[in-house]
């Protein structure tokens, strides 16, 4: 393959609340949109294909699209980098041209829950291994025999970090998984969530979910780092902690001038 026509895995990152949706056509501001309109601004390609689309809110450290080229991989990253706020291109990896990013290894999702009920981390193990879905996702046209390879889950102070592993999954399956773990309608279910299945999904928020990396056997990705992007970075969630900071001393002050009343 000549050095200057290649076809490109790109692995990227993103904050996904700062974005309408994931993919093209999704709102005025999807990240494929955005990642498309620097694309073909600066000639690099006129199409990409994702190896997965994440819903709404949800965000990513290890997301992975593949375009075809005839600029350097450096340029591309640097061009990519320098002109899409929120979006973090990290890594890339020349691929056959027939590749097809979709067929991974493995993708990995953590999801950090919030004061999850104490018995969360022993049911969500039942969800491993292949079974039919079809209770715990939004259906669409793709079928809903999946497997998880594997559920694991982390304490973190108050926070449970569950780590969910698998090589494909439908619209909201992992958020439909955690939000039934951590609800009382699991208690009528715990023996078998599949063999009895809830009448109605209850879905956890999109915001805490991460795809944290997409693998694939044989494939090596070239790290490219970006200082002045990681720096803004660093400064977004200073400041949002600040933000959290100042949000608790305001509930505190309003708590106690309620009490005063």
Not at 19 to 31: A, C, D, L, R, V
Not at 190 to 199: C, E, K, L, Q, T
Not at 221 to 226: D, K, P, S
């Amino acid at each position: 393959m000549s050095p200057f026509l290649m076809a490109l895995l790109v692995k990227f990152g993103y904050v996904g609340t700062c974005f309408t949706g994931f993919q093209k056509g999704n709102g005025e501001n999807s990240i494929e949109d955005s990642i498309l309109a620097i694309l073909k601004k600066y000639k690099i390609s006129d199409d990409m294909r994702s190896a997965a689309r994440t819903d709404r809110d949800v965000s990513a450290a290890g997301n992975v699209f593949m375009i075809r080229a005839v600029m350097e991989p450096e340029k591309i990253m640097k061009i990519l980098n320098a002109h899409s706020p929120n979006i973090y291109f990290i890594a890339y990896s020349f691929v056959d041209d027939d590749f097809n990013p979709r067929h991974c290894k493995t993708k990995r999702y953590t999801y950090m829950l919030k004061n999850p009920i104490p018995s969360f981390a022993s049911t969500v193990k039942k969800f491993e291994g292949e079974h039919d879905f079809s209770a715990y996702c939004r259906k669409d046209a793709r079928p809903t025999l999946r497997s998880i390879k594997s559920i694991e889950c982390e304490a973190q102070g108050d926070l449970l970090k569950i780590t969910i592993e698998g090589q494909s999954f439908v619209w909201e399956q992992i958020r439909s998984i955690i939000g039934f773990c951590n609800s009382p309608l699991m208690k009528d279910h715990f023996s078998d969530p599949f063999v009895n299945p809830p009448d109605r999904r209850i879905v956890a928020p999109p915001e805490p979910l991460l795809l944290s990396d997409i693998s694939y056997d044989g494939i090596t990705f070239t790290g490219f780092i970006f200082p002045d992007k990681l720096r803004s970075l660093r400064e977004q969630i200073d400041f949002h902690n600040l933000r959290a900071k100042i949000d608790e001393q305001i509930l505190q002050a309003i708590h106690a001038k309620t009490r005063e009343l």
